[in-house]
């Protein structure tokens, strides 16, 4: 087991990583589009909307100024022919949480300790071959350590799961909290708002 693990790792270290250029923005839409097209978080807009609304919101989000994509590439390629998988991430993130001062618990925005990872997207031909863990650590993730992320998927429950259950092959240290998508840096609110 423990040699398989390095052998994971030996994997995740050999596979080149680059930062997105203009020639991929295509294909990291439509492959995060489509690949969360089924989610059981993607929400109730209807399908004839669904394209436009989630490129619009993909979009806005990949424009954030601390939002960086990472991209797991074949060595002598030319973008986008080269993809393995990518990576969305924000750095210098924050989140609204109950801290204890002077006694009391308070809303507070507190800064995350690693970049929130909004998406991971891996070839089908390239998934448990190490890709994704060599995206976590180009943008500087540590999947050990806790760690947010923005979207949820079928396979983002499995992972969960297989640690839930004990599986020693995943470490699973995610926590899911889509409103650091959904709202501006440190102005995530207190609570939802209640009917009166």
Not at 34 to 41: A, I, T
Not at 77 to 106: L, M
Not at 167 to 184: E, H, T, V
């Amino acid at each position: 087991m423990v040699a398989a693990h390095a052998q994971r790792l030996v994997v995740a270290v050999t596979i080149p990583t680059r930062r997105m250029v203009a020639e991929d923005i295509d294909f990291v839409l439509k492959s995060w589009r489509e690949s969360y097209r089924m989610s059981h978080m993607a929400g109730p807009i209807p399908m004839s909307m669904y394209r436009d609304v989630y490129d619009a919101v993909l979009r806005q989000l990949l424009q954030r100024p601390d939002v960086e994509v990472h991209i797991a590439h074949a060595r002598g390629q030319q973008p986008p022919d080269d993809i393995f998988g990518w990576i969305c991430v924000e750095y210098d993130a924050w989140t609204r949480s109950k801290v204890v001062e002077h006694g009391q618990w308070v809303d507070k925005d507190v800064p995350l300790e690693q970049p929130v990872v909004h998406y991971v997207y891996v070839k089908q031909a390239f998934r448990d071959q190490g890709v994704a863990r060599a995206l976590l650590a180009a943008a500087g993730v540590d999947p050990e350590r806790h760690w947010t992320h923005t979207f949820s998927t079928a396979l983002v429950a499995k992972m969960r799961q297989r640690h839930l259950d004990g599986s020693p092959r995943r470490n699973w240290a995610g926590a899911f909290d889509p409103r650091l998508a959904r709202f501006p840096k440190k102005q995530i609110p207190k609570h939802e708002p209640t009917e009166e």
